[in-house]
T-cell receptor, first 113, second 114 residues
Framework: KQEVTQIPAALSVPEGENLVLNCSFT??????LQWFRQDPGKGLTSLLL?????REQTSGRLNASLDKSSGRSTLYIAASQPGDSATYLC????????????FGEGTQLTVNP | EPEVTQTPSHQVTQMGQEVILRCVPI?????FYWYRQILGQKVEFLVS????????KSEIFDDQFSVERPDGSNFTLKIRSTKLEDSAMYFC????????????FGPGTRLTVL
């Protein structure tokens, strides 16, 4: 059974700092991996989708990498801003279990002005 | 930009009552999902729906749950006889093409069972 883990559980940084959020998964037979942002009491906003054949994806100040064989992904946020404060979730889709996503527990990020 | 919408935003019900949670997926999407998140826990998959039938369901999705796409726009989740442990945030998601496109989530319905 796939298990997705995110480290750290919480992170507090000063504004302007570059930071890395980590996601690991136990079963490397994934189809793709998706990063989301969740604001308190709100829904999930899709940030980046990486297919298993890709190494990285970029969107603005966000860069996600994927090392499928080692079961790891990172989300790099450049020049962090207070508006980046949220919980960041990673989720994987398996090769063989349909389209369901299996989520990690998230990293709660606080960017201090 | 198109969005997934959900109603109501918050539903309070008594244990044993039936509830229907409603979702309007993005219009050109073909795959539809329900997930839930119990407070303080991970987001969990419930069910996926394609071509007017369930394509996959989790062990959580027992006989108390059902889904329906009654018309070309709405996608509903029904819980027949709610239990206290059904209290959670329920998210609807839609996807254009399975696997190669992102799943887009709605804002959620917070269900409170008393």
């Amino acid at each position: 059974k796939q298990e997705v883990t995110q480290i750290p559980a919480a992170l507090s940084v000063p504004e302007g700092e570059n930071l890395v959020l980590n996601c690991s998964f136990t079963d490397s037979a994934i189809y793709n991996l998706q990063w989301f942002r969740q604001d308190p009491g709100k829904g999930l906003t899709s940030l980046l989708l990486i297919q298993s054949s890709q190494r990285e994806q970029t969107s603005g100040r966000l860069n996600a990498s994927l090392d499928k064989s080692s079961g790891r992904s990172t989300l790099y946020i450049a020049a962090s801003q207070p508006g980046d404060s949220a919980t960041y979730l990673c989720a994987v889709r398996q090769e063989t279990s349909g389209s369901r996503l299996t989520f990690g527990e998230g990293t709660q990020l606080t960017v201090n002005p | 930009e198109p969005e997934v919408t959900q109603t109501p935003s918050h539903q309070v019900t008594q244990m044993g009552q039936e509830v229907i949670l409603r979702c309007v997926p993005i219009s050109n999407h073909l795959y539809f999902y329900w997930y839930r998140q119990i407070l303080g826990q991970k987001v969990e998959f419930l069910v996926s729906f394609y071509n007017n039938e369930i394509s996959e369901k989790s062990e959580i999705f027992d006989d108390q749950f059902s889904v329906e796409r009654p018309d070309g726009s709405n996608f509903t989740l029904k819980i027949r006889s709610t239990k206290l442990e059904d209290s959670a945030m329920y998210f609807c998601a839609s996807q254009r093409l399975a696997g190669v496109s992102s799943q887009y989530f709605g804002p959620g319905t917070r269900l409170t069972v008393l």
